[in-house]
């Protein structure tokens, strides 16, 4: 157990909808990351927060947002979901010297 | 852009076997992450690795980093059942307080008994 926390563990829905995922990080640390894994584009880096502020993007799309609130939890918004969108979302969160990142279990989303 | 590569992608070894997986990236870091995934389940961290030279070992597992050749190996001495699953390696693409990791597309291991 990493000690970071995402809700929901699976998310079934429909093309055109919007879902939001939450992700609680490990106790003391301010990063938060999000990262899409899905067979075909493997592991990639959607987004960063340290505090409350965005940090880093990745290749995230515009029909996707995040942000980071006051008492540190995280959420991803995915809107307008295509079939694509399909996948597994992890959080990941670190602190320290070497920022090494601890992940959530994911939450798997699939898109009808 | 920061690209990592993994050789091999899939690999089935005997038990008892030793194996090395390699792990190439395109840019200078001076910090490289090994991670662990079973089917279904989420990365579990393996090693950090924070300078050239550096050199971890956990059990059958062994992971250095060459930042000079820009290249991780994570050995596996006498292969067991128990460490059949995907080893991604990971890269951070660091600046300005951003820590991005860009990963591997991983090596599916099967240890065979």
């Known amino acids: 157990d990493s000690g970071v926390t995402q809700t929901p563990k699976h998310l079934i829905t429909a093309t055109g909808q919007r879902v939001t995922l939450r992700c609680s990080p490990r106790?003391?640390?301010?990063?938060v990351y999000w990262y899409q894994q899905s067979l075909d584009q493997g592991l990639q880096f959607l987004i960063q927060?340290?505090?409350?502020?965005?940090?880093a993007k990745g290749n995230i799309l515009e029909r996707f947002s995040a942000q980071q609130f006051p008492d540190l939890h995280s959420e991803l918004n995915l809107s307008s979901l295509e079939l694509g969108d399909s996948a597994l979302y992890f959080c990941?969160?670190?602190?320290?010297?070497?920022?090494?990142?601890?992940f959530g279990p994911g939450t798997r989303l699939t898109v009808l | 852009e920061l690209k990592v590569e993994q050789n091999p992608l899939f690999l089935s070894m005997q038990e008892g076997k030793n194996y090395t997986i390699y792990c190439n990236y395109s840019?200078?870091?001076?910090?490289l992450y090994w991670y662990r995934q079973d089917p279904g389940k989420s990365l579990e961290s393996l090693f950090v690795?924070?300078?050239?030279?550096a050199v971890k070992q956990e059990g059958r597992l062994m992971a250095s980093l060459d930042t000079k050749a820009r290249l991780s190996t994570l050995h596996i001495t006498a292969a067991v059942h128990d460490l059949s699953a995907t080893y991604f390696c990971?890269?951070?693409?660091?600046?300005?307080?951003?820590?991005?990791?860009?990963f591997g597309k991983g090596t599916k291991l099967s240890v065979i008994p």
């Open positions: 106790s003391g640390d301010l990063s």
């Open positions: 990941a969160s670190s602190s320290g010297r070497a920022w090494e990142q601890f």
């Open positions: 927060y340290y505090n409350g502020e965005e940090r």
């Open positions: 990971a890269v951070v693409h660091s600046g300005a307080g951003s820590y991005q990791l860009t």
């Open positions: 840019t200078t870091s001076d910090r």
């Open positions: 690795l924070l300078s050239n030279g």
